[in-house]
């Protein structure tokens, strides 16, 4: 499975538009691009999923550029409810082993 | 869409002994998975939930430790096996649809052993 690299910590501002670029630099021609949230004391939430341009849903945009080798997901104007571990996965889809391989995330601190 | 149910959702346990955790879904799903997750860091899959048949584990992690079981698409359990305080972790349960690649996650098992 492609390995992935994000920052470890980001700090934003309510209101502001915060984007989170992962690499993914092996990622093979089978794997899509999917992203997670996870707040303290929860599971994992699914927030996105693209396999290349721009894929858009009513949380973020996920942008991937043609070679595919980074993604950057956009959250538009975070409030403070968005502080949270953001993950960045590569995988293929459910129905080829669906088995996820979470990196490091990206811990996203938003102050009023 | 999923949801997911464990029990329990924490236990102290003293070292030695074993602890099973039940995860629920609330519908028929193709895939299940166990994780752990270590106070700060990220998850680490322990193993796939297969039905009806023997799971898959990930490297470093062995049957005879964290014996699992599904006996049907929507239950599974884990087992820690002979714990120590090294085990103490939170323990997540995931399950997911063939359709798609996003998988529905419960809200955790925190272990403590003493």
Redesign the interface.
């Known amino acids: 499975l492609a390995k992935t690299t994000q920052p470890i910590s980001m700090d934003s501002y309510e209101g502001q538009e915060v984007n989170i670029t992962c690499s993914h630099n092996n990622i093979a021609t089978n794997d899509y691009i999917t992203w997670y949230q996870q707040f303290p004391s929860q599971g994992p939430r699914f927030i996105i999923q693209g396999y290349k341009t721009k894929v858009t849903n009513e949380v973020a945009s996920l942008f991937i550029p043609a070679d595919r080798k980074s993604s950057t997901l956009s959250l538009p104007r975070v409030s403070l409810s968005d502080t949270a571990v953001y993950y960045c996965l590569v995988a293929p889809n459910q129905n080829q082993g669906g088995k996820l391989i979470f990196g490091q995330g990206t811990e996203l601190s938003v102050k009023p | 869409s999923a949801v997911?149910s464990q029990k329990p959702s924490r236990d102290i346990c003293q070292r030695g002994t074993s602890l099973t955790i039940q995860c629920q879904v609330d519908s028929q799903v193709?895939?299940m998975?166990w994780?752990r997750q270590q106070p700060g860091q990220?998850?680490?899959?322990i193993a796939?939930a297969n039905q009806g048949s023997e799971a898959t584990y990930e490297s470093g992690f062995v049957i005879d430790k964290f014996p699992i079981s599904r006996p049907n698409l929507t239950f599974s359990t884990l087992t820690v096996s002979n714990m120590s305080p090294e085990d103490s972790s939170i323990y997540?349960c995931?399950a997911?649809?063939?359709?798609?690649?996003?998988?529905?996650?419960?809200?955790?098992t925190r272990l403590t052993v003493l």
């Open positions: 997911i193709t895939m998975f994780y990220s998850l680490t899959l796939t997540l995931s997911g649809l063939a359709e798609n690649n996003e998988q529905f996650f419960g809200p955790g």
